[in-house]
């Protein structure tokens, strides 16, 4: 398409993406931005800029993904994430907005300035490296069960320079031996095996390995909760991100395992979102 500006081909992504996505807009606006290796601002001041056919080709082909519903954080590889570029693939899930108060909630939580913290399931490296980035003096770890994801977030955290964080591939907590930490978080698969958001919108495309864990999203909950008093030092916490009809459940389970101080937040939605609680040595099993 020979001479198409900024402003024809924003108005042309939009027109395509509309039927096909809540925020055709937004999209159109990201992928457009990626294609000229520019921000938002030149799409407004340099809107008669014309795109070299190259660009025009590209832009093209990002539309046609888009309209097939590949997620705009696929088609361009990478995604944002609190104060860090990370990049992503099909490997890992796409880290969301939300997730980010369950990085607000650790760094609010009264712990030593030299404390060890672990990210069960850390995928893109999100979590670990985003803790890390705002507590240097913490030694950060990142565990997953796919090397391909562990290999991500090691390359993550290069490309954020951040140097207090390592990762190494566990599933759960079975290559950790007998260590301890500070802190554990996670943000574990909990979408119901046969939910139907799982045909819906870019969960199409996402591994489902990392999306459902049984019949009520809790199979994963379940074994964590338990296993991560072998691996908390006393007065340790244990913070989990859930789906917002898991709360309840999740709160019997850290009461069961006799954890305290168990407490649920809710993101900016006003949904709940992370259940944590604390764990005593003096409170066995």
Not at 100 to 105: D, K, P, R, S
Not at 119 to 134: F, N, Y
Not at 265 to 283: E, P
Request: aromatic residues 8%; negative net charge.
């Amino acid at each position: 398409m020979d001479n198409l500006t900024i402003q024809q081909a924003l108005d042309m992504g939009i027109q395509a993406l509309k039927n096909h996505s809540d925020s055709a807009k937004t999209d159109a606006e990201t992928l457009l931005c990626d294609v000229l290796h520019c921000n938002r601002t030149k799409l407004i001041v340099d809107a008669n800029y014309i795109l070299t056919s190259e660009q025009a080709c590209l832009w093209q082909e990002y539309l046609q993904q888009r309209i097939q519903g590949r997620p705009v954080s696929y088609i361009i590889g990478h995604q944002d994430f609190w104060t860090l570029s990370l990049d992503v693939n099909e490997s890992t899930l796409i880290p969301r907005p939300e997730t980010e108060l369950l990085v607000e909630l650790t760094l609010d939580l009264t712990v030593a300035d030299n404390s060890c913290c672990l990210d069960l399931g850390t995928g893109t490296g999100a979590i670990a490296l985003a803790i890390a980035s705002e507590r240097k003096g913490w030694q950060v770890t990142g565990c997953d069960r796919i090397t391909e994801a562990v290999q991500l977030a090691a390359h993550n955290q290069r490309k954020n320079h951040v140097e207090n964080a390592r990762f190494l591939v566990s599933h759960w907590f079975s290559a950790l031996g007998e260590q301890a930490f500070d802190v554990i978080v996670t943000n574990p698969p909990y979408v119901e095996s046969d939910s139907a958001y799982l045909t819906q919108g870019d969960l199409r495309f996402e591994p489902g390995s990392a999306l459902t864990s049984g019949e009520d999203g809790l199979d994963d909950i379940r074994l964590i909760i338990p296993q991560a008093r072998q691996h908390l030092k006393s007065d340790g916490w244990l913070l989990i991100e859930h789906g917002f009809k898991q709360a309840n459940a999740i709160q019997e389970l850290f009461a069961d395992a006799g954890y305290e101080q168990i407490q649920t937040r809710q993101d900016c939605a006003g949904h709940d979102r992370v259940t944590f609680a604390q764990f005593k040595l003096h409170n066995p099993l």
